[in-house]
């Protein structure tokens, strides 16, 4: 059983966002998790949940902030992306990370801390699309996604691993008050 945190858009940006992946019949990315942006990766979040205390604390002591979407971009040539800025969300990433502390090498396995780019996976090559699927996603991307939006981040949502590959939901947690959903 694997875990790791988010941001999720509202609503309403994220149903335009699942409209847009499904555009490509053949992007799974939707069956795998909802549209996020990935605050803190696996590496480190064990089953016992023992890091669960850790990150509420860290919540609770943490001021709710604005994000914003930005233009599409790739890592490499098989994922593709909206880029995702706010200094905000870089500290809470590297605070969550330093209080979970996992090992180095699962913080380079993972991307994270200097090497965390905030991000929000619009479709991936091992997820169905062709690398021209990707290109031309990006393209689409640019026209429909402009002006691309800023939305106040409230609380952070953990995603628990069902079954190989994909996601739900597990538990969202209120940032500057311990309240859980």
Not at 64 to 90: C, H, K, M, W
Not at 137 to 154: C, D, I, Q, S, W
């Amino acid at each position: 059983m694997q875990f790791f945190i988010g941001i999720v858009p509202p609503d309403e940006y994220k149903e335009k966002l699942i409209d847009f992946q499904h555009k490509w019949k053949n992007n799974r990315i939707t069956d795998v998790v909802e549209p996020h942006i990935t605050l803190k990766a696996q590496g480190g979040l064990t089953p016992d949940e023992k890091w669960l205390s850790k990150v509420e604390r860290v919540c609770n002591n943490f001021q709710s902030f604005q994000v914003t979407l930005d233009q599409p971009r790739f890592f490499g040539d098989d994922v593709l992306y909206l880029s995702a800025t706010s200094s905000e969300l870089n500290e809470l990433h590297k605070t969550i990370v330093r209080e979970i502390s996992p090992s180095n090498n699962l913080i380079k396995q993972y991307f994270e801390l200097d090497d965390f780019i905030p991000h929000l996976t619009l479709g991936k090559t091992n997820y169905g699309l062709s690398k021209k699927d990707l290109i031309d996603m990006g393209k689409l991307a640019e026209k429909e996604f402009n002006p691309f939006p800023t939305f106040e981040v409230r609380f952070v949502r953990i995603y628990q691993e069902i079954e190989t590959n994909r996601y739900i939901k597990y538990l969202d947690i209120s940032l500057n008050n311990l309240r859980r959903y």
